[in-house]
């Protein structure tokens, strides 16, 4: 099935209809005859059919790729920023829809909705302003040795749940400035934003350049499997990444993966504690959890302990529960019922164990009194065992454990000792030892007195097994290209 473009306005608005969804191919809005739904996991309500893509599907898009991804390496670096430059002021001038359609897909409140479609327009024009040379080696009388930086042609974008709008254009800008096509996979939790984006992007790139597939469990291996792919851009989780991995050692495809973390934050005893728990707490919470980078272990002092953690309780007593439509919520549901049932299995596990559960525990109420969405309360641990599930693993939910510790070295070591090594933070008034502390922990994102800050024009990757390659900044640019050195013998 093949339907028209819904175009713009003369007004040059844009007008997306959000209530049918479509695969992006070859600049047309191509349906399936089978279709899935996705769930609003505040109302458990489905959201509108979305198309499952077959291995025809699959093939149509990757040759198309394949043809534009010739021509559009062809033409100049600036136009392709611009190009991405008029797509994000297209996608700042829907921010209204997409933020709402982010609300039923993913379950955020609208306010943090339309920050992730804020910063999804600010990824998108900050990495078209990125200074992208060619590096010259070596410029004598008898030769020029210069390193390029060359398009690596079909790329896959697969996008995990948690911030679908914001992830898929931190993949496809540097994607399409550096001269690649890309098809965007999103996850088949919140495939609304993903591909609502692609269909609004037929407005400023060639036909094939920017597709996206929605489908099911099987669209992921059927891509990363595609021999005629050449880059698979990867978010989601360690063990998902092991797999994309594998799947594209076959053909050597380049890979890109950002995983799970297992972020620490060493909070130092002279800090001011009224300031630093509240941050700590919504750092933690924010997105429910559900964040990369969320701060999920805390190590505190043993001299303010046990004022530490009763601010941190208060704070995160003081954030609400609740769809993301109602106003004042900070926390919205867990996204699918799947992670669900593993963030109740981490609250489950710290109460066997008998670990002190300093507040939360318990299935979240709506604010609206309804029980149906997959509601969970903010859970702070108090204090259990460096080898506790709860420390060891990340629950990607709105639970974690405080920590004492007493030694320097010795909460180093704690904080380093895990398979991830995604983001880690140090708060303390005195730079000099938080900074002593910053040096040697393990991650791809270190912060002093703040957590969770990214930006568009910075590398971002992970240690050990959160992730391999950076995404973002100039780095972001290369890992869609092949580097080629030019020895040219002038005499
Ligand atoms: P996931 O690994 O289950 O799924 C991510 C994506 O991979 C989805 O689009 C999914 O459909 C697809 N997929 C699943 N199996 C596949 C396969 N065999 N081959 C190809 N694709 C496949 O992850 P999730 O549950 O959506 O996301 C949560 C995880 O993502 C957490 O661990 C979180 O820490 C991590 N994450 C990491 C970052 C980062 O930048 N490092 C950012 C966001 C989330």
């Not at 505190?300 to 009763?310: D, K, P, Q, R």
């Not at 939360?360 to 309360?377: D, K, L, M, Q, V």
Request: charged share 25%; with cysteine; proline share 5%.
């Amino acid at each position: 099935m093949v339907v028209q473009a819904n175009g713009t306005s003369s007004s040059g608005k844009f007008i997306l209809k959000f209530d049918e969804f479509f695969n992006i191919i070859n600049g047309g809005l191509i349906g399936t005859d089978e279709t899935r739904r996705g769930i609003n996991p505040s109302t458990l309500e489905e959201n509108a059919d979305v198309p499952v893509s077959t291995k025809k599907d699959v093939d149509d898009a990757v040759r198309f790729a394949r043809e534009a991804a010739e021509v559009w390496a062809e033409t100049p670096i600036t136009q392709r920023q611009q190009a991405v430059t008029k797509f994000a002021d297209a996608l700042r001038s829907l921010k209204d829809d997409f933020a709402k359609m982010l609300v039923k897909e993913q379950g955020k409140p609208l306010i943090f909705a339309k920050a992730e479609v804020d910063n999804a327009v600010r990824w998108l024009e900050e990495q078209a302003k990125l200074p992208f040379p060619e590096d010259m080696i070596e410029d004598t009388d008898e030769k020029q040795v210069v390193t390029r930086y060359m398009p690596l042609g079909v790329a896959l974008g697969i996008v995990p749940w948690n911030f679908p709008i914001m992830l898929a254009c931190g993949k496809i800008a540097p994607a399409l400035i550096s001269g690649n096509a890309l098809i965007i996979k999103p996850s088949p939790f919140t495939p609304y934003c993903g591909l609502k984006l692609v269909e609004l992007a037929q407005e400023f790139f060639p036909p094939g350049v920017i597709q996206a597939l929605s489908g099911d469990d099987n669209l992921g291996p059927w891509l990363t499997a595609h021999p005629l792919i050449d880059k698979v851009s990867f978010t989601g989780s360690t063990m998902t990444g092991k797999r994309v991995m594998e799947s594209c050692s076959k053909t050597l495809k380049r890979v890109t993966l950002e995983l799970g973390g297992n972020d620490p934050a060493i909070v130092c005893s002279e800090v001011n504690i009224k300031e630093t728990a509240p941050k700590i707490a919504q750092l933690a919470l924010l997105n429910s959890g559900q964040i990369c980078i969320a701060i999920k272990r805390v190590y505190v002092h043993s001299s303010i302990y046990e004022e530490f953690l009763a601010e941190v309780v208060k704070a995160a007593k003081s954030l609400l529960v609740g769809d993301g439509f109602e106003e004042n919520i900070f926390m919205g549901p867990i996204q699918n019922a799947m992670q669900y049932e593993r963030v109740t299995g981490f609250i489950e596990d710290s109460k066997k164990q008998k670990w002190k559960v300093a507040m939360g525990g318990e299935i979240a109420i709506s604010s609206n009194g309804h029980r149906t969405g997959y509601f969970i309360n903010p859970t702070v641990i108090d204090n259990p065992p460096d080898d506790s599930r709860i420390v060891m693993e990340e629950p990607f939910g709105p639970i974690f454990p405080l920590l004492r510790w007493d030694n320097e070295n010795d909460v180093i070591n704690r904080a380093n000792d895990t398979l991830m090594g995604l983001g880690a933070s140090v708060w303390s008034n005195d730079l000099v030892q938080a900074s002593r502390i910053a040096k040697r922990l393990k991650a791809g994102s270190v912060w002093v007195n703040t957590h969770t800050e990214i930006q568009p024009d910075a590398a971002f990757g992970g240690y050990k097994q959160s992730g391999l390659g950076a995404e973002w900044g100039v780095q972001g640019l290369k890992s869609y290209c092949n580097t080629q050195t030019l020895y040219l013998k002038k005499k």
